[in-house]
Each structure stands twice: as C-alpha cells, then as structure tokens.
C-alpha cells in the first residue's frame, strides 16, 4: 500500500454536507460539488436499489473512510418498511480518527433516528462482526483490497477508493478480475469513476458496464454488472 494516512482537513461541499480532504495531496474522500448527494445518488440509487430484488445482500465497500456509504445504506433499510437483511463489509486499511468522525456532518440530513448508528459503525470492532441492527451486520477489515478475501458472494460492490491518477494500485485489471470473482452472479458494482481505460478493464474481466448521469458537475459515473 502506497498510503499511509496523512493529516486530514475537514471541508463544506457545495451541498452544504462535509467531507475530508488529505493535507498537502489532491485526495478528496467525495466530490466538492456535494459529498451527500453524491454518494447518494451512485451508491444507493443507481446500487442499492438495483439489487433490492434479494431480501438478502452482501454488500462490500472499498474504503470505508467517513463511513458516509454505510450511513446511507443503513437509513435506508431503517426507514423504509420493508425486511431487508444487509450484511456489509467494509474494507479500510487507515481508519479515520474519532475526533474527526465527530465533526462530520451527515445525520442531519437524514431522519434523526440515525444519529447513534453512525457512532455505532464507526466504534465497531474491526474483523467481527457487528449487529449494528436486527437486520444489519457490519464488519470491517483494516485492510486492503490487495490482500482481502471472503468466503461469501458479494451483490454489491461500492468501489469508492481515490482517484485513479492518485491511488492507482485500486483501479487495476487484476482487482477488477478478483472483485467479479467474489460477486454473485447479476451482482453490481458502482463508483464514481467513468475513466474509459477504467470502463475498457472492467469490461475486459466479464462485467457489463453502463455509463449513468453523475451527481452534480459530473457528466457520467459507472455500473458494471456481472452477468
Ligand atoms: C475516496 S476515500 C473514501 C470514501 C468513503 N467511501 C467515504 O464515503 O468516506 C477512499 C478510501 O479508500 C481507503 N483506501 C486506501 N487504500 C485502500 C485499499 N488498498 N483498499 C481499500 N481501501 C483503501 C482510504 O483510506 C480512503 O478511506
């Protein structure tokens, strides 16, 4: 792993939301123009929702980080009434301090029943698995996609590491390749990036890969599904 993590300095998007930037490198851990938005529309529109046929989902996450995907993907099974079991795990090898956690601002866009999981998801041990919910379970995994394995299939895959000209170990053939071997089949992975060299590898490793309207000042992101 290239990275060991830096200082990091807390940052308003335009949407009002915050999010982190690493000092002194151009790695942002969401997008300036609405870090809420954006992880709202990617991950669980265009994911989430794609795979909610299962009553079951395994869910990976690439880089936990502010947890924000997590949040999201939870307030949804809390607020809406139907049985939905989530089982996530998350990958993060430099796990953001408390302190910092502290300052982020997202639980006041959602409903206000949020405010104690999102401490809940950021104190769960990592390598054990968390009831966070009677229908959601967390484990997370100080470590990278690099040296991870799993013994279950994932539906859904949140391919949120930085960006491709920063971290561009993450965006490799061979990842791609190990990650549509841990997906079921019709399982879906998501990320922000719409690189064509990106697309092109994704493709060359069995997925077929769509091109979708972004979240603001964005033109495209991708979904690429394991048929
Ligand atoms: C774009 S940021 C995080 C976005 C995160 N999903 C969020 O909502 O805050 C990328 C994250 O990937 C983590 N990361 C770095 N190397 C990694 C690796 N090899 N495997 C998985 N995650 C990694 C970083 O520490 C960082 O937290």
Redesign the pocket.
């Known amino acids: 792993?290239?990275?060991q993590?830096k200082d990091l300095e807390l940052i308003t998007t335009a949407d009002g939301s915050t999010?982190?930037k690493v000092v002194n490198s151009n790695?942002?851990?969401?997008s300036i123009h609405g870090?809420f938005q954006e992880?709202q529309l990617i991950?669980i529109n265009y994911g989430l929702a794609h795979v909610k046929q299962n009553t079951s989902i395994n869910i990976l996450?690439?880089?936990?980080?502010?947890?924000?995907?997590?949040l999201l993907t939870l307030n949804n099974i809390l607020v809406e009434p139907y049985k939905l079991n989530i089982q996530y795990h998350?990958?993060?090898?430099?796990?953001?301090p408390i302190s910092v956690v502290n300052q982020l601002n997202y639980c006041r866009y959602l409903s206000a029943i949020i405010e104690p999981y999102f401490i809940k998801i950021h104190t769960a041990d990592f390598n054990n698995t968390n009831a966070i919910s009677p229908n959601f379970t967390l484990n997370k995994y100080k470590?990278?996609?690099?040296?991870?394995n799993s013994n279950i299939l994932y539906h859904l895959v949140?391919f949120?590491?930085?960006?491709p000209s920063t971290?561009p170990?993450?965006w490799t053939e061979q990842v791609f390749e190990k990650l549509y071997h841990m997906m079921c089949k019709g399982g879906v992975l998501v990320t922000?990036c719409a690189k064509g060299q990106i697309k092109r590898d994704l493709k060359k490793v069995g997925f077929e890969v769509e091109s979708l309207p972004g979240p603001p000042k964005k033109r495209e992101i991708t979904r690429a599904i394991k048929k």
């Open positions: 792993m290239s990275k993590q999010t982190l790695d942002y851990y969401h870090a992880s991950y996450e690439i880089g936990f980080g502010t947890g924000l995907n997590c998350a990958l993060e090898p430099f796990p953001i470590t990278g996609i690099q040296l991870f949140y949120d590491a930085f960006a971290q170990e993450m922000y």
